[in-house]
């Protein structure tokens, strides 16, 4: 299994509540991800959206582009209205290296709003399931053929977020969706992440290594705290500071000759959190692990 270790800019600064490290410049959080040992990393909004641009500004840190998310919402439109507006970031992606698209459902997603967890969008119907299904579908084959794959991520205060979603929606697509597998929103929705994997492994075709504290699940369950309020009160961590145990994680993985990306993606405030000792924490949690495991990076 060749893997490589990335991560996500949510570190330094948060896309949801950009009132978390705002004040980061770009170029610190490339800086310091290099320094630590990072080969690569996803866009955030502080990347340029021009392929050129983005490509010299990587190159700057000698960093590669591990992918970028797609805030997409078949769950309302066409799939034709959908291939509209993702074709400026899919040419972004496949310009830059990039084979894999992070879709994530915003349509009447609550992961940005006030208003608590249990109050996400749901399909009531078989044939709503279906129709989301077949839109999927359809939306992965059309970017499958410019050379980038989705890979669909099961998401808090989304259509798709627990354990069941997941294995409904893997029963309803075609192999050209693939899965983003993310280790804390799985545990978040109430799911086994080591079991939840194990299930889907085949589909997994990138993975989001994010890390909990069950103690503040536990919390904004109990209270009705929304997404955001939860990811304030440090509901996720870096691999290696909460619960999950990511040495199973990586073993499926191996066993299932996993090949791509390990992306450390943990929604936190820097303030509280510091964005470099954490991304340094989880990078060599995930390394040390990696190099037990016989995996090659």
């Not at 399909?123 to 669909?152: C, I, M, N, P």
């Not at 409904?168 to 969706?177: H, K, N, P, T």
């Not at 993975?207 to 705290?225: E, L, Q, S």
Request: charged share 25%; glycine share 10%.
């Amino acid at each position: 299994m060749n893997v490589r270790i990335g991560i996500n800019p949510i570190s330094w600064s948060n896309d949801d509540l950009p009132s978390l490290g705002g004040e980061t410049p770009l170029e610190v959080a490339l800086s310091e991800g290099k320094a630590i040992g990072y080969q690569g990393f996803e866009l955030g909004n502080k990347f340029p959206r021009e392929p050129e641009a983005l490509r010299d500004v990587l190159a700057r840190h000698d960093l590669a582009l591990v992918s970028g998310w797609y805030s997409g919402q078949l769950a309302r439109r066409s799939v034709d209205e959908e291939i509209a507006a993702v074709e400026p970031h899919l040419q972004l992606l496949a310009a830059n290296g990039a084979d894999v698209m992070v879709y994530g459902e915003v349509a009447d997603s609550t992961q940005g709003a006030s208003v608590p967890l249990y109050k996400r969008p749901r399909f009531f119907r078989d044939g709503q399931w279906r129709e989301y299904g077949d839109k999927l579908t359809a939306f992965a084959r059309y970017t499958l053929k410019h050379g980038v794959r989705v890979g669909y991520h099961h998401h808090m205060g989304a259509y798709v977020e627990t354990p069941a979603d997941v294995d409904r929606l893997m029963s309803l697509v075609g192999d050209e969706v693939g899965l983003l597998f993310d280790s804390g929103h799985m545990t978040f929705a109430g799911g086994d992440a080591v079991a939840m994997l194990e299930k889907h492994v085949a589909r997994v075709c990138h993975v989001h290594c994010k890390d909990v504290r069950p103690a503040v699940i536990k919390f904004a369950r109990n209270r009705n705290w929304s997404f955001l309020e939860a990811v304030i009160n440090g509901a996720f961590t870096v691999p290696g500071d909460g619960a999950i145990h990511f040495e199973s994680l990586l073993a499926i993985l191996r066993k299932n000759h996993y090949r791509g990306w390990l992306v450390v993606e943990a929604e936190q405030d820097p303030a509280v959190a510091p964005a470099f000792r954490y991304a340094e924490m989880g990078f060599r949690h995930l390394r040390r692990i990696v190099s037990n495991v016989g995996v090659q990076s």
